[in-house]
């Protein structure tokens, strides 16, 4: 009797199955469509476009902008001194706040939690602002000024350097570094160091073999964050307000100033590619970072 | 090479942060050489005395840490040659087998001959030959614990400490590699102090056992002691499974009526109850028996078979019977305890020390 | 006793590079609250600037809660299914999906802006309102919400609640109104506080799209950086962290309200 009845029921039930999963898929493709088509619409098309324009004709040279870009000197030095002092902040940022974070987490003393909070918060600010607060500590009634004309006699500024892009970007950056130092530590196995120390590890030691493997990953992953952070920063670079060589300013100064659209465009690309292949690294290194731009 | 060396604990009480007194005053002594095992249920504070010999935890001031006759309340944990093995194995996945067990000795500046030839005789001893090379995520848990031992054992350590080292691995590996560090104890005569919620894991392991109840021991025995002579009603309980019996009335002879019948028991004194463990209890003919009851549950459990019974007077006992026989529910059944088996605590109430 | 040495002196780096973090902001909020930067505290205390900012800037700061606002319905309608999809898709599919979604974060917001004017620059009406510089913020902020929503589903075991919820006869709507919506609201929450957040903090993207009727805080800002005295700079960026402040201390508490305590 069962042998009889399996048949129907089983093929019965495999169709509605079916049905159920035909259903199921065009469920989660609905859920998909609105924002497949904004990003479709708004993004890839116009981005699309932008690789286009990029090789056109370059207003000033009159060859493709790709071109362009790849074999002058004015702008490979821009891409060199982006890139390097990416790197720098990156490194930097790493280094310090690494440190800082590491120790606050494996910490507990009163007014720890305050420390923490104002590491942190600045991770909001804008570029803009910023920008504005480096002029606060190195502009010209900045704090260091003030400091050194009373001490010496004449104003110290940087605001409106290279190292003034370098500390407005080592401050935005050192927020990101700490958190995710703090959150790697957290989740680092506390009994590896106990092992390593009941081994006859000494501080260092256990720093060297067993913490800075243990958090490398969320340490490069972060240090990626902030080299893709810098090269793109517009509004720090915007808010100092120089003609210093930075990609960002290059690109925007070619396309108010000159309306050269073609470099413009180029240039935007190939930051693009910079930025987007570093936080992808950084993704791959850690599932959870994401990284926006300032 | 470092000696085993005793432990002492003198007044070692630990509060943490908040108020919260994980451990109260507390002294303990393990012989060198001897297995001491802690036992106790989640949160009694056996990991805080652990941590507290091992020196990664501080006793509050005024307790003292030695190791033989040497004070060492002040080392650090670096500075104690103690080994430890944890519960979830802490090895250093950035390194492979061979490289984790000899972290100790390349820290110890150990000559390469001399760090190889250890190598080599641990990994025989916890029987990993070959596998020196192979990368910590490729191993199973038993592997994984084993690499943990051989790393501990490497550095020849003046104590070993374990905590439940076995929790995390399932029960065939458990009973398994039990035997095998309880051979390997005895072979290296190392002082060891054991620290598990298992029962099983304490009697087959432990020379003596600690048994801990929230932040003080409960009762300090052999493993034939604490079973036999429980201190208290929270040992006997934690040990095994344990019958109660109220007392309902006590004769001068030793005759103690309790619910379902009379028992006799001339070595206890006052008692207001008596305990026994389910397996001593026997089944006799109803006419013989010094209790009768009903059969109100029997459950077949493969090796034994067993039965509540009720006793009246809401007394319920468990008893362990072979289970070739039927023991069909709702039927009379006659009970008889011997004298021996019947206990009552040694201490009443709570006892810092057996 | 080195032990000690060793904890005063990372606590004494860690307090520099806290200094470091806090005292331009201190030293801004201080310019804006005082008569005359360049004489001092000795001028006196003023809320002159604060009301000078709000004269001259007050409707950037409507304009930039308009849009977190409108991109905040935009992205919660479009993001929270868009997770959903997600979660019920393949996973390379998935996975290949949330790097397209990613992409105007991963590109500098310059390059996403030139890329919507060299397309919609052209239509007049458009690029002239406040939808165009919208568009921006809804490409720049989806993808947090997509995530914060996506990984809240992803530990509440979301389709084995869906599950359940069909086995007792749910329909697909009622089980995403019944089932899906209420299971994620922590992640609905902590996305929104992170769009709103970074909507009104955004720069790069508007700066580029905004025009003289419809500019943003932040372009407010660089504005007046660039052409006001230093206590009107001042007290704008006051206002601006009175704003996000509150914003960071609610992203703070959801955060440990829906993180996962080990
Ligand atoms: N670092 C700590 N801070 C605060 N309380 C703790 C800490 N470590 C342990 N405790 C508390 O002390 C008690 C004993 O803990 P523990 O020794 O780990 O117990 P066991 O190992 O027996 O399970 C528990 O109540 C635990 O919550
Ligand atoms: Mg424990």
Partial sequence: MSATLKQPFGAAFFDRHRCASHRAKLTTLIALVP?????????????????????????????????????????????????????????????????????????????????????????????????????????????????????????????????????????????????????????????LEEAARSLGASHWRVMRDVIIPGIAPALLSTGAICFATSMGAFGTAFTLGTRLPILPL????????????????????????????ALALARKLASNALGASV | MSQSSSITLTQCSRTFAGGHVALKPLDLHVEAGETLVLLGPSGCGKTTTLRIISGLERPDPGGRVHFGERDVTALPIEKRDVGMVFQNYALFPNMNVADNITYGLRIQKLSRAEIDRRLAEVLEMVDLKGYAERSIAALSGGQKQRVALARAIAVRPRVLLFDEPLAALDAKLRDRLRLEIGALLRELGITAVYVTHDQDEAMALGDRIAVMQAGRIAQLGTPREIYHQPANAFVADFIGAVNRLEVQTQAADGTFCVPGGTLRAPHLAKAATLYCRPEDIQVVPIEKAQLKGRIIESVFLGQAQQLAVDTGNDTTLSVRVSSRREWPAGSEIGLMIPEQALFQPTAPGARAHG | MSQRLRFSLQLGFTLLVCLFMIVPIAMSVMAGLTENYFQGLQSGLTLRWVSEVWALYSDTIWLSIKLAMACLVITTLIGVPAAYGLLRSRHRIAHAIEELLLLPVAVPGLATALA???????????????????????????????????????????????????????SPWQRFFGVVVPNCASGILAGALMVVTLSIGEFNITWMLHTPLTKTLPVGLADSYASMRLEVGSAYTLVFLLMIVPLLVMIQWAGKLTGPRR
């Fill in chain 1, 250 to 277: 290059n690109i925007y100064g070619e396309f108010t100033n000159y309306a050269n659209f073609a470099m413009a465009a180029a240039l935007s690309v190939v930051l693009g590619l910079i930025t987007w292949a």
């Fill in chain 1, 35 to 191: 924002a497949l088509t904004l990003f479709a619409a708004f993004w890839l098309l116009p981005f699309s476009r932008l690789l286009l324009m990029g090789a056109e004709a370059d207003r000033s040279s009159g060859v493709s902008a790709y071109l362009t870009l790849l074999t002058h000197r004015q702008y490979l030095i821009s891409l060199a001194t982006t890139v390097t002092l990416s790197l720098a902040v990156s490194v930097a940022a790493v280094a310090i706040a690494g440190f800082a974070g590491f120790f606050l987490a494996r910490h507990r003393f009163a007014g720890q939690s305050l420390l923490v909070a104002i590491l942190t918060f600045p991770l909001a600010f804008p570029g803009v602002v910023v920008g504005f607060l480096v002029i606060m500590l190195g502009g010209r009634q900045g704090a260091l000024a003030q400091t050194s004309l009373w001490l010496f006699g004449e104003r110290w500024v940087f605001a409106y350097s290279l190292f003034g892009l370098f500390i407005g970007y080592l401050y935005f950056s050192i927020p990101r570094v700490i958190t995710t130092v703090m959150a790697a530590c957290d989740n680092l196995d506390q009994s």
């Fill in chain 3, 116 to 170: 919507l004017l060299l397309v919609y620059g052209s239509y007049r009406e458009f690029r002239a309102s406040w939808l165009f510089i919208l568009i921006g913020h809804v490409l720049f902020t989806l993808p947090f919400m997509v995530r914060a929503v996506h990984s809240v589903m992803h530990t509440a075991r979301l389709p084995l609640l869906e599950e359940a919820a069909s086995s007792l006869g749910a």
